[in-house]
């Protein structure tokens, strides 16, 4: 009887903590549209942020992927990525309009224009300037579709990025992407990210 009791006392904890993984909050009152429209104001608070998670860059001939810290002040920023056993890939960083570009070797370039820098050396072709608002849930476009929290679900960028928003997690009340899949052409970049931090310093 004791043993039955137990074996009832664990299915129960397991139905209820999978009832608890799959809580859903209810969507508040007003359009998508509506929704959308403030929770843009909330996204154009977020000034100072770090973020850990992974990246992966994929395309027909390749794929990179590794560990991702970001840490965002203002304009200023420091992406810094690892592989396994915490092993230095890359580090993009900007600070008084110079950027800075690290790679594994640990050989630095710096410039003024960050994308370019990227584009130029990166063994991983981030968009930056785009990413950092994109990682936020900010797509920089119009052309969007919602869901019904007023989250995007799935935005095209004019620059020929498509961006699809698959899962969101809720960070000091604000709604921020928890997976990002962005796609232009061949590559597709593959973001999860956890370990929101909003007040970063």
Known sequence: MTFQR?????????LLSA?????????????????????QVQLQS???WQVQGQIAVI????RNSANLNWQQFVNDFNINLTGP?????????RNDNTSTLILNDNSQYQSNNTQALVNQLSPIPIPVNELRAWIIGDPLTDDVQLDNYGRVSKAQHPQGWAI?????QLIDNIWLPQNIVIKK??????ITTRNWDLNAK
């Open 6 to 14: 137990s074996i009832y006392t664990l299915l129960f904890s397991v």
């Open 59 to 62: 395309s027909s001939d390749s």
């Open 85 to 93: 056993f915490g092993i230095h890939v890359l580090t993009i960083k």
């Open 164 to 168: 699809s928003y698959t899962k969101y």
């Open 46 to 48: 977020i000034n100072t």
């Open 185 to 190: 052409d061949d590559m597709r970049i593959k």
């Open 19 to 39: 009832c608890s993984s799959t809580h859903q909050y209810q969507p508040p009152a007003g359009s998508p549209q509506q929704l959308w429209l403030q929770h």
